[in-house]
């Protein structure tokens, strides 16, 4: 295989593509301030350096791969697969895996824990080498394997987590959700770091870098148009915030009927009467700030009542879609669902069609139709 991968012209072309791709792409995200994809969004700061590192890694390995071509003796060959193996071990594995928790933006999550993840698979490898002894290979793969499952599990619970601070600090979703990012990061993680085990393969071999290149193009769309909550929504409550949450939880750990028909009487007079409800990206934060409480009580009071704030604000915007639809069509005035969507506080038609069809059980088109008969 190595031997038609010398000689084959169409294969370093496309070597040196992923390479130079992922360079320009390294050096864009780190020297570049704002976003060429996405002008309006401000993309989180750890997000954009840490796959900065990424791409840097992926040309770097590019480069340490490249020896293998020009080796004769099969034992050479394999004894620097081993070695890049190794490498790869320190520093891509690790930089893909923080980027995934780089996007997780409800906490500032420790990086150190990656880094004792990794070490035990970075020292079976590097044992393998010094002893050439291939049970340590095994060894390395099997617990790349635990590994794998591992991080795996606790991506999805890590994912969950965030799904649910989503929905209970924001109205809107759009750039903020992130686990099709997860799933397409994962599997190239995987793909990637199984090119050690399946060394034979010219097929392979091509299959890799077209990969390479369709992530590298993603990842790079991803970060860019992926907003920066921290902007946004402070992590802790502010010293005012945590005087007023202590004094209301000493008079009572159970929020009473009278104060939540208080806070109802508020979010009607604040929010439902002046339609606060409209403004794009409305957070909890600002909801809690316009009616005069602070977050953590009114996000007790959603929770109270079984819902979430997005919940809340989707029912909201789903009222005031079907009195602006009855309206027009009283009026006999000419519209379409995506402008009158856009004008009860949504930016994404897909949005406000995945949320209508949650809220109406049914979809918009199916809705309409119905209406109209």
Known sequence: MYEQVLTDKCFFMLYATVTTMAIIASC??????????????????????????LFAVIALSHVWYMPIAFLKSSEDIQLYYHVAGLLDSMTFIPSAIIVLIAML?????????????????????????????????????????????????????????????????????????????????????????????????LVYTYAIQVIAIMHICYVLWRVETLSDLSIHQPQCLTAEESATTEAMQGEDEDITQNIHDKMGSLLQQHCIDTQLYLQHDLTLSQLAKAIGTNRFYLSQYFSHHGMT?????????????????????????????????????????????????QRMGQSVTAWTHDTAT
């Open 28 to 53: 864009y995200l780190l020297f570049r301030r704002g976003n060429a994809f996405a002008a309006d969004i401000t993309t989180p700061a750890r997000l954009r350096r840490w796959t900065a590192v």
């Open 105 to 201: 933006q409800d906490r500032n999550r420790p990086l150190w824990p990656v880094a004792v993840m990794v070490a035990p698979l970075a020292v079976a490898l590097a044992l393998n080498i010094a002893t050439h002894n291939e049970a340590l290979l095994i060894i390395a793969y099997a617990y790349f394997l635990l590994l794998t499952i591992g991080l795996a599990i606790y991506m999805v619970r890590a994912l969950r987590q965030y799904s649910r601070w989503l929905r209970d600090n924001y109205a809107d979703l759009e750039h903020k959700e992130v686990w099709q990012s997860f799933v397409v990061l994962a599997t190239f993680l995987l793909v990637f770091s199984t090119y050690a085990i399946d060394n034979e393969s």
């Open 309 to 357: 704030y997005n919940a809340y604000i989707n029912d909201l915007r789903i009222n005031h879609f079907v009195s602006l639809y009855r309206e027009a069509i009283a009026a006999q005035r000419s519209f379409t669902a995506q402008q009158l969507s856009y004008e009860s506080g949504y930016r994404s038609y897909s949005t406000f069609s995945l949320a209508f069809k």
